[in-house]
């Protein structure tokens, strides 16, 4: 059988770079589209790196921007992939506010440009669209496929849009195209800035003494939090089946962001009350206030189960930062993977 060849849009974050890993791991080439900046932008896939003048080399990063439609299409028609994983996003929820026409043109429209580019190529490839539990926003959990939209931010309105547009491209032309709803998943390689990230790296940096204090907004939320890892397996998964459907991915639990403090704090041995302090600028014009959920259909048709839940989600991730050694970050063994210019 000859070799599957994937692209993944968003390599370069979280998500991405586990993909790239698992599907390497299964005998995929693998072509990443990462965006040209003045500073590597590569370290979470660092490790993948495969010098590109070996003939035999199975992963392959191309520039690009979710902003340039006919740079897409012409990857596309030169990778020739079976799968596209649309990952790349503006993903964070409170600079969406401040950010909501780049947010749009990327987070949601970049999902067109990509269709657009398959339709257009004629390629008979599937399409992964990475959709949110965002989406869901105010509606009662537990939340499910069938459950209906409330979007509260610029980034959930654009999934929204990103999500329809999915569905009419698979209605429309028949295209393989899928939406997976993922609810939050973390990782020691989660971004900074997103909230279990920094709560951990707090907890950690607090025990180690290099920090005392740790500025929050709203502990109140509550959120389905997963492992990254296991839910990029749901996404491959969603692409073997033989019918396009959509998915729900979740662990059907909830937590609030002070469960997830109490976790990660006492895991280090301090409380968290001492140390946590109120930003209102963490805080979000509209909040989402609880996601649960409900993955039973994923379970049912693509095998799929989580096995991480919270509260071992939030010691896995304080001990990764415990594991990092602040000041010794030593240059990667390979080169950087860069695209070839
Ligand atoms: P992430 O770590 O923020 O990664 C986002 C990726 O998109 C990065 O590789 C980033 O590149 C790339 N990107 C952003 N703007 C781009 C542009 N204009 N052109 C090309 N690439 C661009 O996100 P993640 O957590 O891995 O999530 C992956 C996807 O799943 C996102 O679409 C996110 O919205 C969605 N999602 C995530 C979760 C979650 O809990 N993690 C849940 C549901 C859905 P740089 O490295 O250059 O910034
Ligand atoms: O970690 P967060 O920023 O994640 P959020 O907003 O749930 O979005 C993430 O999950 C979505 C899936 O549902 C993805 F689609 C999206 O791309 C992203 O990956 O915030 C979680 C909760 C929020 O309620 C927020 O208000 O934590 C609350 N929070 C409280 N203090 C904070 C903070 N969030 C952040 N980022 N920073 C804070 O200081």
């Known amino acids: 059988m000859s070799r599957r060849i994937a692209l993944i849009t968003g390599i370069t974050g979280q998500d991405g770079s586990y993909l790239a890993e698992m599907l390497l791991s299964k005998g995929y080439a693998v072509h990443g589209l990462i965006r040209r900046s003045s500073t590597f932008s590569t370290t979470r896939i660092d490790h993948l790196y495969q010098d590109p003048h070996e003939p035999d080399a199975r992963l392959r990063l191309h520039y690009g921007d979710l902003a340039d439609g006919s740079r897409i299409t012409t990857l596309l028609e030169q990778i020739q992939p079976d799968e596209v994983y649309h990952l790349a996003a503006q993903s964070h929820v409170r600079v969406s506010f401040d950010e909501p026409e780049f947010t ?118 509550r959120r389905d939090w997963g492992y990254a890892p296991e839910y990029v397996d749901a996404m491959w998964r969603m692409l073997q089946t033989d019918t396009p459907d959509d998915y729900v991915v979740a662990t059907g639990t909830s937590y609030s962001v002070r469960d997830f403090l109490t976790f990660c704090f006492a895991h280090v041995g301090l409380d968290w009350e ?66 070839q210019v």
């Not at 609880?290 to 991730?317: C, F, H, N, Q, Y």
């Open 104 to 221: 749009g043109t990327t987070t949601g429209l970049g999902t067109t440009r990509l269709l657009e580019a398959i339709r257009m190529t004629g390629l008979p490839c599937r399409f992964y669209q990475a959709s949110s539990s965002e989406m869901y926003g105010i509606t009662a959990p537990p939340q499910s496929e069938t459950t209906p939209f409330h979007p509260r931010s610029p980034y959930a309105c654009a999934k929204v849009y990103a999500y329809w547009i999915t569905r009419n491209y698979r209605e429309a032309y028949g295209i393989h195209a899928v939406n997976g709803i993922l609810f939050n998943h973390e990782s020691p390689r989660r971004g900074e800035t997103f909230v279990t990230r920094k709560i951990a790296r707090a907890a950690a940096r607090i025990a180690r003494g290099e920090q005392q204090y740790l500025h929050l907004g709203n502990l109140e939320a």
């Open 274 to 339: 001492r140390h946590v302090r109120f930003d209102e600028r963490y805080l979000r014009p509209s909040e989402v206030p609880d996601l649960v959920g409900d993955a039973s259909k994923a379970e049912r048709d693509l095998g799929w189960k989580p096995a991480v839940l919270t509260p071992e989600l939030a010691r896995i991730m304080t001990d990764a930062e415990l594991a990092e050694v602040p000041g010794a970050r030593t240059p990667a063994a390979a080169p950087a993977p860069q695209p």
